[in-house]
Each structure stands twice: as structure tokens, then as C-alpha cells.
């Protein structure tokens, strides 16, 4: 594995084009813009009041039906395999893609047109380092349908694929490092196909409105299908890959892993992200700092209490040790034997109490927000917690990390914050607080 540490990657100038929709069958124009360092990759609604956006996350994700649909609130974005495929693996980390329909044009049905509009925009490095979730340990995923997904440690980003159709239709397997070249080469100009007897079923569900031979291949029988003959002898499993390399991008990290596919779809390569993402937020929660770290990142408890109302005893921060962008704060809370809780609260066998970990999250995460909107003119309110859990108690001496990550906000009054505490290098709480702000 490379010492040198390797550049996120952006779009040197705004490139797009303009086509049909696979599954609504709009026309629709899609345009690549550059992003700044460590935004990743975020889908905006151009024709929606306001222009939302949507983080290529795999906590957006909506379905997996024959496609793979992200969503925020009420807003979606569909079919976005394809575009995610040939950014990752051209090397872009950061770039929003702009739309003025709610799915990317299908072009050919392959990942070409998006590999064109790449080489177009070009990708130019950033002062920033990548982001890299290195595979230590086997993973897998298996589904009732018979698709099976291994990840093994590797040094750099390997796919395996079988492919098989009904009754072992088109068995295909297709090894190979994914790099831009190759990418480009090999895997981009492979078409999305569809079985003849599945066509009627997807009308049904009103899907694949705008499908044509002129963006799927259709196999029927033993006879392919197409405007042109198949690109490649095995051009069913290297679009699979394509496939397996979009969905996997929305863990938000490159990976450096051997993933080892059988008859794969959405639906598995969905629980595959899904896994790499828990793995990557419980390492996150282990590579807290140790000692408390000290210099300009974060505030001591005057300046704490200058930004919080808060005062004892139900001020839960002692000082915040760092912040990380915009968007994420460590907090720091001592844990005494004399806080008051403990008088009452299991004498002779003192834990706190997990709403007052719910509380510490909170003000921490309000002091990210109020350093945001750069005024302590407002009062932070809990307006709800979800997905709380406490998995491990806290004891007197114990020194709880409290992280928080802002992961929405509407306006200057609303905002959700994902937050857990460390301690001892474990998770012993975590949960979603949404607040509002309102004038004192």
C-alpha cells in the first residue's frame, strides 16, 4: 500500500448533457459541478423550489428496485448507479450533479456518456487526502434470491463477478482491479440488459417508461437483443460490476478490498455499503484522541458557557476539544463522583443516567450549531431523539467523548444532528436530535 497519501479529486470546469430517463421516461438535462474538498457527492433538484440536494449516502438510500433511488424527505433522486459508478471510479470525490428532473439521463444505457462527460469537465486534485476504508477482516452478504457478496483484504479495489441468468442463463465471470483506465476500457461501455419475460412485470410497476433497445440489451431465450451486437462476449457481468461500483459509492469512501459477487443486484450491494458504513462509524468511534488535545480547534469551559445557557448542575460540557469542518464537533465531559445525579440515582452503584448522556449530546452538538450561525441570541430546543440507544453504562472517573455531526438543516431554525459517546474507545450511547432555535 502506497505511504504517500493520495488527493481527493474534483471537476476542473461544469460539463453535462441532456437525454431520457430509463424508468419515468422524462427528458431531462444533467450538468457536473466542481465541489470543494471533503463535499462528496451531492445530487441537486434544479427543478424543485429552493434547488435541494441529496448526499450520495447510503443513509439516502429509498429502494433498490431495478434501479438504486436516494431520497431526502419527500425529494428523490433515481436511477443513480450509473453517474456514481463513473465518478468513483474516474477519481472524483467531490462534485454536484445538477438535474431538472428527478433521474439521470439513461444515454445508451451504459456508463459511457458519463465517463464522456467527465473527460470533458476534466478532475483536477485537491489540497485535501482522500478518504479510504482499507477491508481488515472478511465480510459477506447473502440474499433468498442466491446473490452472495464476500469483501476480502486487498491492497487496492478488486471486483470478481459471476453472473448468471434464469436457469444459468449467460454465465459470465469477469476479475479485474478497478482504476480509471480500466474503467474506461472495460468496464463504462457495458450496456444495461433485461430479460424478455421481465419486461411485462416492470410495465406493471411503471417502470422502464423511456426503455429501448437503443439503451438495453433484451435477452430472449438464447437470442441478445440490441440496436448494435453485444460490445463485449461478457457484457452482462462487467455492467454488473458497474453496478456494484456505483451502489458501493455511497459509503462515501474509496475502498481498498477484493469484492467477490455471485449473481449480485441492488438489493445485496445495498447491504454491502450498508455494512462498510456501520464498520467505518465504529472505527470512527475508536480513533478519538487519547489526551486532551490542546491549541486553536476547539473552546475552553468559559468559552463554552458564553455560547451555552447552561449552567451547573446541568452543564454537560466541560470544553470542546475539536471541530472538523463545518460540520462535526468533539465534546469532552469529566465525569465526578460528585455530580449531583449520583446522590440519586443507584446509590451505592452510581451510573449516570442516560438522559443526562442524551442532554450532554445535545449541547454539544447545539455548540457546533451556534457557531454556525455565529450568534448566542437564540435558545436551542429538543424538538425529538431517535434511534437513542445506551449499550454500555458511564461510572464516576469515567471521561465520555461526545461527537456530533450535523446531517441536516432547513433554514436557521431547524437541524438534525448525529451524535454517540466514547468511552475507553467504546460506544456507550448514540441517537439523532433534531432542534429548533428560537429568539430568547
Do not use: W
Amino acid at each position: 500500500m502506497s505511504s504517500t497519501p493520495e488527493f481527493q479529486h474534483t471537476l476542473g470546469k461544469a460539463a453535462g448533457f441532456s437525454g431520457t430517463s430509463l424508468h419515468t421516461g422524462e427528458k431531462v438535462s444533467l450538468k457536473l459541478q466542481p465541489a470543494p474538498a471533503d463535499h462528496g457527492i451531492k445530487f441537486k433538484r434544479k427543478d424543485l423550489a429552493d434547488e435541494p440536494t441529496i448526499d450520495a449516502k447510503i443513509d439516502n438510500l429509498k429502494t433498490v428496485e431495478r434501479a438504486t433511488t436516494i431520497g431526502d424527505g419527500s425529494v428523490r433522486v433515481h436511477t443513480v448507479e450509473h453517474i456514481l459508478s463513473a465518478l468513483s471510479a474516474m477519481g472524483v470525490d467531490n462534485a454536484i450533479v445538477e438535474m431538472d428532473a428527478n433521474e439521470p439521463p439513461i444515454g445508451d444505457g451504459s456508463a459511457q456518456p458519463y465517463v464522456d462527460v467527465i473527460k470533458r469537465a476534466g478532475v483536477t486534485p485537491q489540497e485535501a487526502p482522500r478518504k479510504f476504508l482499507d477491508v481488515r477482516e472478511p465480510m459477506y452478504v447473502e440474499s433468498k434470491t442466491g446473490a452472495l457478496l464476500v469483501l476480502l483484504p486487498d491492497e487496492s479495489f478488486r471486483i470478481s463477478c459471476t453472473q448468471a441468468g434464469p436457469n444459468n442463463r449467460f454465465t459470465q465471470f469477469l476479475s479485474t482491479e478497478i482504476t480509471p483506465a480500466v474503467f474506461e476500457r472495460e468496464i463504462a461501455p457495458a450496456r444495461t440488459f433485461v430479460y424478455y419475460e421481465d419486461v411485462r412485470a416492470l410495465m406493471d410497476k411503471n417502470l422502464i417508461k423511456g426503455g429501448s433497445l437503443e439503451n438495453a440489451v433484451v435477452v430472449r431465450g438464447d437470442a441478445v437483443l440490441g440496436k448494435e451486437p453485444l460490445r463485449f462476449e461478457d457484457e452482462f457481468v462487467r455492467h454488473k460490476i458497474l453496478d456494484i461500483i456505483g451502489d458501493l459509492a455511497l459509503v462515501g469512501r474509496r475502498i481498498r478490498g477484493h469484492v467477490v459477487a455471485v449473481k449480485p443486484g441492488h438489493a445485496a450491494n445495498a447491504e454491502l455499503a450498508r455494512a462498510l458504513a456501520r464498520e467505518q462509524t465504529r472505527r470512527s468511534a475508536l480513533e478519538v484522541p487519547r489526551a486532551m488535545p490542546r491549541g486553536d480547534g476547539g473552546l475552553n469551559t468559559d468559552e463554552v458557557m458564553q455560547i451555552l445557557p447552561h449552567r451547573y448542575p446541568f452543564l454537560m460540557v466541560d470544553r470542546i476539544v475539536d471541530f472538523e469542518g463545518d460540520n462535526k464537533v468533539t465534546g469532552v465531559k469529566l465525569v465526578s463522583i460528585n455530580e449531583p445525579f449520583f446522590q440519586g440515582h443507584f446509590p451505592g452503584h452510581p451510573v449516570m443516567p442516560g438522559v443526562m448522556l442524551v442532554e450532554a449530546m445535545a449541547q454539544v452538538a447545539s455548540v457546533l450549531l451556534f457557531k454556525l450561525s455565529k450568534t448566542s441570541s437564540r435558545i436551542g430546543y429538543f424538538m425529538s431523539a431517535d434511534g437513542v440507544k445506551f449499550r454500555k453504562p458511564v461510572f464516576p472517573g469515567d471521561t465520555i467523548f461526545i461527537h456530533a455531526e450535523l446531517t441536516k438543516a432547513r433554514g436557521n431554525r431547524l437541524a438534525k444532528a448525529k451524535c454517540h459517546c466514547v468511552v475507553n474507545d467504546a460506544v456507550v450511547s448514540e441517537g439523532e436530535l433534531m432542534f429548533t432555535f428560537l429568539e430568547k
